[in-house]
């Protein structure tokens, strides 16, 4: 069964910053893209940042500069590195992996900056 899970969220001052990691297990077939996703609250849920086996990244104007993702294709994980955090960087965080068959999600991981 496809599993994607992710941790490292928490709270953090402005200016501070947080790794997110996101591991998918039990998917049968080739993981072509992995991306970090966040929602918060009474908003829609937007990319922050995406990474493809081959390594092609793509981020959010708004992220660019103080996010970086990057990908372990051994162990089918990526990492969100972020600094410089900023209160409206406020959301829950989510993980999601594609094939060519499908996506899976996780569960999302809670992030709070405080100003």
């Known amino acids: 069964q496809a599993q994607v899970v992710e941790s490292g969220g928490g709270l953090v001052q402005a200016g501070g910053s947080l790794r997110l990691s996101c591991a998918a297990s039990g998917i049968r077939f080739h993981i072509l893209v992995m991306g970090w996703y966040r929602q918060a609250p009474g908003k829609q849920r937007d990319l922050v940042a995406s990474i493809t086996s081959d390594g092609t990244t793509d981020y959010a104007d708004s992220v660019k500069g103080r996010f970086t993702i990057s990908r372990d294709n051994a162990k089918n994980t990526i990492y969100l590195q972020m600094n410089s955090l900023r209160p409206e960087d406020t959301a829950v965080y989510y993980c999601?992996?594609?094939?060519?068959?499908?996506?899976?999600w996780g569960r999302g991981t809670q992030v709070t900056i405080s100003s």
């Open positions: 999601k992996a594609s094939t060519a068959m499908g996506t899976s």
